[in-house]
């Protein structure tokens, strides 16, 4: 076979040096329009998990590589005039310059022709029966057959520029700087025995207020030598960029995917590598790991099928998972960077870890097995900062066990909960005429049993017609408050949970069938009639029409609301959240997929908002000073011109200031058209810039399902609460089994339960899962 590539980077000469390897016979140029020795990066960061995989794929390129790798395993953190070092990260730096060296060298030791000063303008040009386009950022190749590649390319929001620097450095370390103008930050990185990476970067106002757009290079460059001299002690600052003049040394990161990563021209596939086909953001340094991977993976796809078109098709397919996984990390990372201001609030020791833990792939645990030291420093730190804050006594505080962070207390208001964790309101259709019978008994007692600390009844309705099913529990009638305080004493005088009542109007999703009888279909008969912001119809062609509310309406369903809070007080509960996501009435007005009023309730933002927040008002008003509230939203509703996660901030403004404590960070439901990206914790970024930049206690939902997951969570500051639903309908101890699960046998089971705990502490230690 007959191979071109064209790019002689990372991708394009190890591809070539492996397909050579693979079959001599193959005919392979890599063309490339730079001279051999040069490179316009400095140094490029690989994990020990990627050694192995150059290791595996081409030994004497892994040797070559090892032995001119510095390695690290610390990470050092500045900022706020303090430092906080964690180990065992595991990683090497190596000059992009040597590591296309050895590239170099290994293809023409097995034969690959190099040929190099050539700017190919038409690849078309070589008679070849296979194209590599990994001609980098900026693919000519990409952009010719865009229709085929469908590339999006976004400039991110932050300029940086690549320095280097004769000071050594034994750690891998970010340094924050805070200045008049905003927030810089430092990435940097020994490659070599004598020279540092050493990135710049803020974003673009910032840079623009600092005059660095205007400034020349060298002047770029002493202004960074000044911000950083505490690091730099003394040396200076390099640019290998002598080519750029004045502020074009200044970049921006483009963030870019394709649809689709290969072109047939005729029977000649031309195929995307590295970084012509996706980038990933510097701050996990993954571009360069990304290159040689795809570079494995399509030489092992030829390895394994007969013909071309198999080939290719299975190296996407592969390499796409995989590469999505990594940007989603990356985009993570780039994005926590991006918005450094919103963590400036924090203490050193909790800026440091929401740092390390910002790309959701390194958790509480996988840090605990890098350096169990610092976790235990950083629990220490935690545990006793939250002791203080829940209200105990300054030696208490200091003397105060280092639970895991999901196991430390947290004051709202007049109300301690004895941990983090919350059971979700989950609808369970099983009320008669509104009423919550024993079903609702055993259901929320048996959870709040389990170990949560705050238990949420489902969403309860404030008048029959605001139901969504039949069989949707209601605080509208004096049974219904009866039925409620029962449930309330039983949690209050057999456990040490809170229990907090969500009350909400179903509005155009009402009047539907139980779950399990086709979710969101309307009734066969006995219909009520529905109201909304907006006329809607929820399931276009299937849904009652919602008739749009009048200001009689209005005032109706704020009594009932009212009337239900001082219910809800009545019964007992110490907990109360209005429910303002998902499409139900008070949704259909905040959404402007479904308010399309011409009056004062419509329009802006801040109108949309306006009658929740009167809601919202009247229910604080009303509901005791000493009890928490919370305030339910969907922060996203994944449908273009919908509410962002930018408006779930301003509205989470709008609720604090109305008199919210916390806002529980939902998404979607608001639109059968909404299409959301799922995965781990994927709703936990709305409650982190909720709490971070709106400045109110969030509760995290959604597939948080393990310790691991909630402990990183309260860790890092992204949330205050974590609330987990389903897991809870599988296992309603599922928090007693999570701490039995990670080793902490310092929390409180039920009296009558403690020879479960006993023995499944015992099984769990034995290593057989319990069973």
Known sequence: MKITCIGGGPAGLYFAL??????PAHEITVVERNRPYDTFGWGVVFSDQTLGNLAEADAPTAQAIEASFNHWDDIDVFFKGEKVTSGGHG????????LLNILQHRCEELGVRLVFETEVTDEQQYDADLIIASDGLNSRIRARYADSYQPQIEARRCRFVWLGTRKKFDAFTFAFKQTEYGWFQAHIYQYDADTSTFIVETPETVWRAAGLDAMSQEESIAFCEQLFAEQLDGHELMSNAAHLRGSAMWITFPR???????????????????????????????????ALEDAIELARCFDAHADKASALAAYQELRAVEVLKLQSAARNSMEWFENVERYTAMEAPQFAYSMLTRSQRLSHENLRLRDAAYVADYERWFAQRAAAQAGLPPAAARAAAAPPPMFTPVKVRGLTLKNRIAVSPMAQYSAVNGVAGD??????????????????AEMTCVSADARITPYCPGMYAPEHTQAWKRIVDFVHQHTDAAIALQLGHAGAKGSTRAMWDGIDQPLDRDNWPLISASPQQYLQGISQTAREMTAADMDRIQADFVRATLAADAAGFDWLELHCAHGYLLSSFISPLTNQRSDDYGGSLENRCRYPLRIFQAMRAAWPSHKPMSVRISAHDWVEGGITPDDAVQIARLFKAAGADMIDCSSGQVSKLEK??????FQTPFADRIRNEAGIGAIAVGSIYEADHANSIIAAGRADLCAVGRPHLANPAWTLAEAARIGYTAVAWPKQYLPGKQQMERNL??????R
């Open 439 to 456: 079903y609702h008994l055993a259901h929320l007692g048996a959870r709040a049993l389990g170990g949560a600390a705050l238990v949420f």
């Open 676 to 681: 959301p990206v799922y995965g781990r914790m």
């Open 18 to 23: 492996l397909m050579k390897k693979q079959n």
């Open 91 to 98: 990683f090497c730096g190596i000059g992009r310059k040597h």
């Open 256 to 290: 870019i995917v394709c649809g689709q990563w290969v072109h047939w021209n005729g029977a000649v596939p031309v195929v995307l590598m590295g970084d012509a086909a996706h980038s990933a953001h510097y701050s996990i340094g993954s571009g360069t790991k990304l």
């Open 765 to 770: 230690a034995r290593g057989n899962d319990g």
